[in-house]
Each structure stands twice: as C-alpha cells, then as structure tokens.
C-alpha cells in the first residue's frame, strides 16, 4: 500500500514579496529560476520531502513557519518559486487541472454559500467533481453523520452554524469528490474535544477504507501523535526534522522520562521555554 508515491517536493521555493522585477527574470526550469530578489520572504524554503500512498502525513511548526504556504504549493494554488512539486507523478506547475482532479484541500477559512444549509452547499461542490446529484446526496448524509454532524442541522443555513459544525461541512465537501490525496490545513483548530475526535476518525477511516492519502497541519502535538504515520516539523521555512513520531522523540535527550512530541517540538523549534532545569 505503501509504495507509490502520492506527493514529492524537491527543493520547493516559494518566496513572498521582494524587488518587482523577479516577474521579469527569465524562467530556467518548468517551475521558476529559484532566484530570491532583495527583500523578498522566504516562506518555504528549499523543502524536500515524499510523501507515500496511503500515508497520513503531518506538517508541524511555529505560526508562520510555511506550513499553509507548502499545502497551498501541493494545492496548485501558488507557483513555486523554484524546485519542484508533484502529486501522484504530475507536476502541479506543468499539469495543474489534472493535479485538481487528484486532490481537494480544507483550509481554516473554508467559504461556503451562507444562506445555503450544508446539503446544498455539499451538492453544489459535489456537482463541480461531477458526482450525480443522487449519489452525492446520499454519501453527503453518510459523510455528515459520521462527522457526527445533527441530522436536523444538514437542511439549515449554514451561517447558522457554528464554526466547529462548518469546518464539519467542510472536510465531508471536500471528501465528497473522493480525492486521492487530501490536504488539510488545521482540520481540528477549533473543535471541541468531541468533534477533534470524530474529525481524527473520520481521517483515520478514510485512509484505511480508501487509501486517501493525507497531507495535514496541525498546532495539536498529540493528535499529531495519534493520526500521523511520519511528521515533518518545520520552522522558518526548512524542515529541521521528518520522522516517524517515535522517531522523531529520540531525537532528543531524556531525563528519565519518554518526551512527548511537545518536547520534540519545543527543543526542535528553539525559541520557546529556556527552562531552569535545562541548566542543570
Ligand atoms: N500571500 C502572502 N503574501 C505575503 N506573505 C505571505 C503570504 N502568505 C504567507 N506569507 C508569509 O509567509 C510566511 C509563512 O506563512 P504561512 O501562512 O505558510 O505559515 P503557517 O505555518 O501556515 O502559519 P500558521 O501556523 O499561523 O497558520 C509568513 O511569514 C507569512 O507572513
Ligand atoms: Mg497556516
């Protein structure tokens, strides 16, 4: 199950602002010259990482370490900058429409027709994949109960809803086209401890029922431990480690105890927590 390869970043590049003429500079590669114009942030920064089949593969890191800005890359969403990125053998700069029919992303701001109950707003986006309408209607049911989403909340308009309950509606949307690879940027951000489960499962069935491969962010270090097969961490743009979570925990130094992926990532990503104990 395990030996396709469903992403694969080599060197991604993507760079935000800098001196306007980097719009002028001649292309060397299908994917951009992987020139840095004074100035310029750089948000993903030369990361190289695979991810396989059937992995559910999760990207940790600070607040604006590039996370977004790497999904966003895998998404079509942004040209890189330099390097290159492929989805399932298909460069998303050479081949993007076809790389959409591969994947479907959430992200924390999903947009959704307000007015409209979770039922149209799904058969709407149902319809966009060419799922028929029947069809669709009955796994858009399926998908939602699951989710643990009230049967009575499906028919209302979405703007009635809490934001828990949208990003509810936002992940079965996206599952919905039956993508190959999911990206999911922050799924649980936000959701009570209930429904981070019902999300966490959902994933998990996906996967082991469909074999969807997912690509997911996350700022919650033991869903990160429970979900993920391998974990990159990232800061400033570059992975500064990729590994199983286990893996990943002896890493570090322990002081008679097992460290939890925290720890990993609080010693892997510097700044914070110079404690007293570290001293001694
Ligand atoms: N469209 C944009 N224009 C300019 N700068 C951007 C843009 N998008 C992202 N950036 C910058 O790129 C860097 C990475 O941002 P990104 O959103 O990828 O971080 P993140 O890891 O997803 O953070 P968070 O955990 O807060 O969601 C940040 O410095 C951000 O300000
Ligand atoms: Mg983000």
């Known amino acids: 199950m395990h030996?396709?390869?469903?992403?694969?970043?080599?060197?991604?590049?993507?760079?935000?602002?800098?001196?306007?003429?980097?719009?002028?500079?001649?292309?060397?590669?299908?994917?951009?010259?992987g020139?840095?114009?004074?100035?310029?942030?750089?948000a993903?920064?030369?990361?190289?990482?695979?991810?396989?089949?059937?992995?559910?593969?999760?990207?940790?890191?600070?607040?604006g370490s590039g996370k977004s800005t790497l999904i966003r890359l895998i998404a079509t969403l942004l040209i890189p900058d330099g390097g290159r990125v492929?989805?399932?053998?298909?460069?998303?700069?050479?081949?993007?429409?076809?790389?959409?029919?591969?994947?479907?992303r959430v992200s924390v701001e999903a947009s959704f027709?307000?007015?409209?109950?979770?039922m149209e707003n799904l058969l709407y986006g149902a319809r966009l994949y060419g799922v028929a309408p029947n069809e669709a209607k009955?796994?858009?049911?399926?998908?939602?109960?699951?989710?643990?989403?009230?049967?009575?909340?499906?028919?209302?308009?979405?703007?009635?809803?809490?934001?828990?309950?949208?990003?509810?509606?936002?992940?079965?949307?996206?599952?919905?086209?039956?993508?190959?690879?999911?990206?999911?940027?922050e799924p649980t951000t936000g959701l009570d401890p209930r429904s981070k489960r019902e999300v966490q499962a959902f994933v998990r069935?996906?996967?082991?029922?469909?074999?969807t491969t997912i690509l997911l962010t996350t700022h919650d270090m033991v869903e990160?431990?429970?979900?993920?097969?391998?974990?990159?961490i990232i800061d400033g743009g570059k992975i500064v480690a990729l590994d199983t979570p286990d893996g990943l925990k002896q890493l570090i130094p322990r002081n008679g105890h097992a460290p939890t992926l925290e720890e990993v990532f609080l010693e892997l990503t510097g700044k914070q927590l110079v404690t007293e104990e570290q001293g001694e």
Request: proline share 5%.
């Open 138 to 185: 009955q796994r858009a049911k399926d998908i939602l109960a699951r989710l643990g989403l009230e049967a009575k909340a499906i028919y209302r308009p979405m703007e009635e809803m809490s934001r828990g309950m949208q990003q509810k509606v936002a992940i079965a949307r996206a599952f919905l086209s039956q993508p190959s690879l999911l990206l999911l940027d």
């Open 44 to 63: 993903v920064d030369h990361v190289s990482l695979d991810v396989k089949r059937g992995e559910i593969f999760g990207v940790l890191g600070p607040n």
């Open 35 to 42: 020139h840095v114009p004074p100035g310029a942030k750089v």
């Open 3 to 33: 030996d396709t390869i469903a992403i694969r970043i080599d060197s991604a590049l993507k760079t935000f602002g800098g001196r306007a003429y980097r719009w002028l500079a001649p292309k060397t590669g299908a994917n951009g010259n």
């Open 224 to 232: 990160a431990d429970a979900l993920c097969d391998r974990i990159a």
């Open 205 to 211: 069935d996906l996967r082991d029922s469909h074999g």
């Open 86 to 104: 492929s989805v399932f053998d298909h460069d998303v700069t050479q081949e993007p429409r076809l790389v959409q029919t591969l994947i479907n």
């Open 113 to 118: 027709f307000k007015k409209l109950s979770p």
